[in-house]
């Protein structure tokens, strides 16, 4: 993807961890599209590909990794974000839209890392001009170290069930009105929030635990730790998270 990430302007991003411990990191792959094996408490890069859903498919059939050259998101209206999480930690990655709206590129995104072990998530659907997404879930699944699925995990709207400032998209997604965003007319900081999980084991077939512990916890508890995120993605929304 040397080609992609030369052209793609890569968004403002953040990562935030629950910190478990102090182990050291092992992984020194830093580039998105490359293989590699991890094991827990190592750097882990992967990407967030954004740019309309047909994007993502060759000849409008299957979908491809945004690392194929086959897809030419290079030379399509699309952006590039690139994290760096420590695995089996429970992160928050957030992307400030301040200055990137993602309907202006598509409104789609996609997950992916790797190459001859390439994977990526479904396309998930961000914003249009009408309705924005602002808070997601994001399993990284792997086995012996492996890389093998990356997916979006959604909780069928309770989030924010009987919340007015709301709408449901899909039976799946929370949507607030994209006119209410900051720099569209409205007030709300509609950054984008994605929760990071693990699954599955590493390389030395220790288990992944980060996903099961998201599982058992409501996800407002998770927001609340980040004190200084607190005011941008919890509070305008009556803290529903």
């Given at each position: 993807m040397a080609a992609v990430m030369a052209v793609l302007v890569v968004v403002v991003v953040m990562v935030m961890t629950l910190s478990a411990d102090g182990a050291s990191n092992t992984n020194r792959v830093y580039h998105p599209c490359s293989d590699t094996k991890i094991q827990r408490s190592d750097g882990f890069t992967f990407g967030i590909a954004f740019a309309s859903r047909t994007s993502f498919f060759f000849n409008q059939s299957h979908q491809l990794s945004p690392c194929d050259r086959?897809?030419?998101?290079?030379s399509s209206n699309s952006q590039l974000a690139l994290f760096r999480p420590k695995v089996d930690e429970i992160s928050l990655l957030t992307i400030n839209t301040s200055s990137f709206s993602p309907d202006s590129y598509g409104g789609y995104m996609v997950a992916f890392a790797g190459r001859k072990y390439a994977a990526r998530s479904p396309?998930?659907?961000?914003?249009?001009?009408?309705y924005t997404v602002t808070s997601f879930t994001l399993v990284l699944e792997f086995q012996k170290g492996r890389l093998q699925n990356l997916y979006w995990k959604r909780d069928g709207c309770a989030a924010c069930s009987g919340n007015s400032s709301?709408?449901?998209?899909?039976?799946?997604?929370?949507g607030i009105k994209t006119s209410s965003c900051k720099g569209r007319?409205?007030?709300?900081d509609c950054s984008l929030g994605i929760q990071l999980a693990f699954s599955g084991t590493d390389k030395h077939y220790g288990v992944l635990n980060s996903w099961y512990e998201v599982e058992n916890l409501r996800q407002y508890s998770l927001y609340g730790v980040y004190s200084n995120l607190r005011d941008s993605l919890?509070?305008?929304y009556n803290k529903f998270f």
């Open positions: 086959r897809l030419s998101l290079s396309p998930a659907f961000v914003a249009n001009s009408t709301f709408v449901c998209l899909n039976n799946q997604d929370c007319g409205g007030s709300v919890t509070s305008q």
